[in-house]
């Protein structure tokens, strides 16, 4: 009678159609290899007093490298400005401006393939919000070539 059960089971899921359009996703997303590139040419351009942020389109943090003379809570402006640049998809800093928010969250760049945001890394503690985002956008380009 168990195998019975069993087999009228079994019959029952195979017999289920697949949703229309259901099918493997197939996406780009940041790797270990590129987020140590992008975080280490950040630092390399933006100084020791700067940390790194990076994360993939989940938003979850790849590499954080803090600088050897970086100051403690540039760690979380960092994450932050990575995980805003990730989530809408444009720099920090227009978001902050579109949003008119005082929070300084210059420095936090998308990483994308095409239109397809696929990461975001953010900087703190490098020089200002607008020396931040030209080191933000400088590491991106040192992996141009990966991104398409």
């Known amino acids: 009678m168990l195998f019975r059960l069993a087999g009228v089971a079994a019959a029952a899921i195979l017999s289920v159609p697949s949703a229309p359009g259901a099918q493997v996703l197939m996406q780009r997303d940041v790797s270990l290899r590129m987020a140590l590139t992008i975080a280490e040419t950040a630092i390399a351009e ?10 993939d ?4 943090l790849r590499v954080f490298l803090q600088g050897d003379n970086a100051n403690p809570h540039n760690i979380e402006l960092a994450r932050r400005k990575a995980y805003t640049a990730r989530t809408f998809g444009q720099p920090s800093a227009a978001w902050a401006k579109r949003t008119e928010t005082a ?16 990461g975001g890394v953010g900087l703190s503690g490098g020089g200002g919000q607008e020396k931040e985002e030209a080191c933000a956008k400088g590491a991106i380009a040192k992996v141009a070539d990966q991104l398409k």
């Open 46 to 55: 933006c100084g020791l007093g700067a940390s790194v942020a990076v994360v």
């Open 103 to 118: 929070i300084p969250l210059g420095g936090g760049m998308p990483i994308k393939v095409g239109e397809d945001t696929i």
């Open 57 to 60: 389109r989940a938003g979850r």
